[in-house]
C-alpha cells in the first residue's frame, strides 16, 4: 500500500529523530502509549509494537497539518502519499477508534494546543515552510452555489472521471447507490442486492406496462433500463453527466430499449413535460443544496400526475458537516448538503406530498460499500494504471470512510415513498402498500 512520493530533502537530524519529536507532541492528547506506532521520513520510529504502523514519508505532511488543520490537512496528505498506513486502512482506524473510546477520549480537533504542537515539531525539525500545492485530485469547483452551471462542474468532477473506472468498482447494473441486500447466502452478491433494490423501487411506485417513469438523476441509467425492461415502463432518466449519458446511451442501445427508454443531458430545474405516472430519484436529493431543496422537491411534486407515486432514496447526517465533512467536500462531492430524515420528509411534505412510508437502509449501506471495497481492492493495480496512484487513494480513503460512516450510525440511508393527492386530497391509502410489502421487505 505504499505509495511513491516526490522527493523531499532530508531534514537537518535531530537528537531523538522526527518519530519521537512528532510522539511527543501526540502523546498528551491521545495519551500513552501512542494507539499507532510512527515511522518517519528519516528513518526513525516512535511508538508501542503490534499496533498500526503509520509511515511520514515526507515533511510536507506537517506542513499540510499546519496550513489545513484537521481531516483537509491529513486527507491531503494520505492522497499524496506523504502519509501512508501499513497493512489495511480500515482496521487501522479502527483500532485508533476503539483507543479513543476506551480512553475516553474526545476527537482529536486542531485547537491551539495541537496547532502550537505541530509548529513546535516543524521549527525544531527544520520543516516550516509554504502551504503546500493541493493535489490534483482536489476538486475546483467555482461559480455561484447550486447554479446550474456549478452543479454540473459539481457533478463532472466526481461522475466524469470514467466510465471505464465506475464499471471496475460496481456490479455490472452500474447502480452507484445502497442496495437492498434480502439474503446473506454464499453466491448472493452485490449485483443481486441491486437488482433487488431496482425491482423494490419499481414496486414501490406500482409500475405497469406503458406507465411513464421519470427517472431524476439516473445515473448510468440501471434504474431506468430496469424499469423498461423488466416492468414495461416508458422511462426518460435526465443526468447532467455527459460521461453517464454516453454510458447509458449505449446500454440501452445493446438492449434494444431504444423505443422505451430515453436518457437526456438536463437538470431537474429543466424538466417540463410532465406529468409522469411515478417519478423516482435514488441518491440524487444530496446533490440539490439545502436552499434548493424546496425547489427540488417541488420537481418531484410537479412531475408526478395526481394520484402518482413519488419515491426517492437519500442519505442523512446528524450534527457537524452536512456537506460529509473536509475530505467528501473537497475530493468527492463538492457542495453536497445532507440533513437528518426528520427535515427532508418536512421539506417534501411541504411541498404537497404526502409521505406514506420511510424505509431505513443503513446497514444495507455498509454492505454495499463493503462490497465495493473488496472489488476495488482486489483491482488496485488495474485502477492506479486507469486514473493513477493519488486518485486511487482517494477512492480507498472514501470508501474506507463512508462503510464506517454508515456502519457507526453518523451517516443514514432511507427510502422515502409518497403520492401526490388528487384534486379532492386523497391518495388512495388502499393501494399503495400491498405491490411491494411481502417477505422481501425486511430491510
Known amino acids: 500500500m505504499t505509495a511513491t ?85 480500515g482496521d487501522a482506524l479502527d483500532h485508533v477508534w476503539n483507543v479513543v473510546h476506551e480512553r475516553n477520549l474526545k476527537a482529536v480537533r486542531p485547537g491551539p494546543r495541537l496547532l502550537a504542537g505541530i509548529a513546535g515539531a516543524a521549527k525544531k525539525l527544520g520543516v516550516l515552510g509554504l502551504d503546500p500545492e493541493p493535489p490534483e485530485s482536489q476538486a475546483k469547483i467555482k461559480g455561484k452555489l447550486h447554479s446550474v452551471r456549478r452543479d454540473r462542474s459539481a457533478i463532472s468532477h466526481h461522475y466524469d472521471l470514467s466510465n471505464e473506472f465506475y464499471s471496475k468498482i460496481l456490479d455490472p447494473h452500474m447502480a452507484y447507490s445502497c442496495g437492498y441486500w434480502t439474503s446473506h447466502e454464499p453466491g448472493y452478491t452485490v449485483e443481486d442486492a441491486q437488482r433487488d433494490k431496482l425491482d423494490l423501487a419499481c414496486r414501490k411506485v406500482g409500475l405497469k406496462p406503458g406507465m411513464r417513469l421519470l427517472d431524476i438523476g439516473c445515473g448510468w441509467g440501471s434504474l431506468s433500463i430496469h424499469a423498461a425492461a423488466e416492468y414495461g415502463a416508458r422511462v426518460v432518466g435526465v443526468t447532467i453527466s455527459r460521461e453517464q449519458k454516453k454510458f447509458a446511451d449505449a446500454r440501452i442501445a445493446a438492449l434494444g430499449l431504444e423505443d422505451t427508454v430515453e436518457i437526456r443531458l438536463q437538470d431537474y430545474r429543466e424538466i417540463h413535460d410532465g406529468p409522469f405516472d411515478a417519478v423516482a430519484s435514488l441518491e440524487m436529493g444530496e446533490h440539490v443544496g439545502q436552499r434548493n431543496y424546496p425547489r427540488y422537491a417541488e420537481a418531484l411534486y410537479k412531475n408526478v400526475r395526481p394520484g402518482g407515486r413519488v419515491l426517492i432514496q437519500q442519505m442523512s447526517r446528524r450534527g457537524r458537516h452536512p456537506g460529509g465533512g473536509p475530505f467528501i467536500e473537497s475530493f468527492i462531492a463538492p457542495d453536497m448538503h445532507m440533513r437528518p430524515l426528520g427535515e427532508t420528509v418536512e421539506m417534501l411534505e411541504e411541498s404537497g406530498l404526502e409521505v406514506r412510508d420511510v424505509h431505513a437502509l443503513r446497514e444495507h449501506y455498509v454492505y454495499t460499500v463493503d462490497a465495493w471495497y473488496d472489488t476495488f481492492e482486489s483491482k488496485w493495480d488495474e485502477v492506479c494504471d486507469l486514473v493513477g496512484e493519488e486518485v486511487a487513494r482517494v477512492w480507498r480513503l472514501y470508501l474506507v470512510g463512508g462503510a464506517r460512516a454508515f456502519r457507526d450510525g453518523r451517516m443514514g440511508v432511507d427510502q422515502i415513498l409518497m403520492v401526490r393527492p388528487d384534486a379532492r386530497g386523497a391518495s388512495h391509502l388502499e393501494d ?10 425486511h430491510g
Do not use: M
Not at 399503495?432 to 421487505?441: I, L, S
Open 432 to 441: 399503495v402498500r400491498p405491490q411491494w410489502v411481502g417477505e422481501r421487505h
Open 5 to 89: 512520493v516526490k522527493e523531499t530533502e532530508p531534514a537537518a537530524p535531530t537528537q531523538h529523530g522526527a518519530a519521537l519529536t512528532i510522539a511527543n507532541v501526540l502523546e498528551p492528547i491521545t495519551g500513552s502509549p501512542l494507539p499507532v506506532r510512527i515511522v518517519a521520513w528519516d528513518g526513525s520510529e516512535a511508538g508501542p509494537d503490534g499496533v498500526p504502523v503509520v509511515r511520514i514519508t515526507s515533511p510536507d505532511a506537517l506542513r499540510r497539518l499546519l496550513w489545513h488543520p484537521g481531516e483537509l490537512g491529513a486527507a491531503q496528505a494520505y492522497v499524496t502519499g506523504e502519509i501512508d498506513v501499513d497493512g489495511d486502512l
